[in-house]
């Protein structure tokens, strides 16, 4: 092979990375909300028809556990891995520790969020439940910072 025709080669390939690699780094993949078993957690009284306004799990170990999982398969992609923002979506290690900070929470995971018409962030309470919501809630109490 000619010097001359392994740059080129090597020019596509390069090209062809980038490119594969600006097209993963810009996508969500599967964005459709991942099941989460609740099912070793206590039942909140009225189940998923009457939410309760402050997070019945929160220290709970074993929430925690759930929470964790859960959030790195169904918020992770747009909040941030160990809830860290990139910048697409808010930081939710800053959300207010304890009940202040539940109400902003559980309405935002119930009814997600819609600015001029364009889904930023789907509904996730009427797919997942309660259970999976306060479970996720209690994590992000570990992970929280005022910085």
Request: include cysteine.
């Amino acid at each position: 092979m000619n010097a001359k025709f392994r740059r080129g080669a090597l020019a596509a390939a390069a090209l062809t990375l980038s490119l594969t690699a600006a097209t993963q780094l810009w996508a969500h993949g599967n964005v459709t909300p991942q099941p989460v078993d609740t099912s070793a957690l206590p039942d909140i009284p009225g189940g998923n028809d009457h939410w309760v306004e402050h997070n019945p799990y929160r220290g709970n170990p074993t929430a925690i556990k759930i929470g964790e999982s859960a959030y790195g398969q169904n918020c992770a992609r747009c909040h941030g891995l160990e809830a860290i923002s990139g910048g697409i979506a808010p930081d939710l290690r800053l959300l207010e520790k304890g009940d202040t900070g539940d109400e902003w929470f559980i309405y935002r995971y119930q009814h997600g969020s819609v600015r001029d018409g364009k889904v930023y962030m789907p509904p996730l309470g009427p797919i997942l439940g309660q259970k999976a919501g306060w479970a996720i809630r209690s994590w992000l109490e570990t992970v929280h910072t005022d910085d």
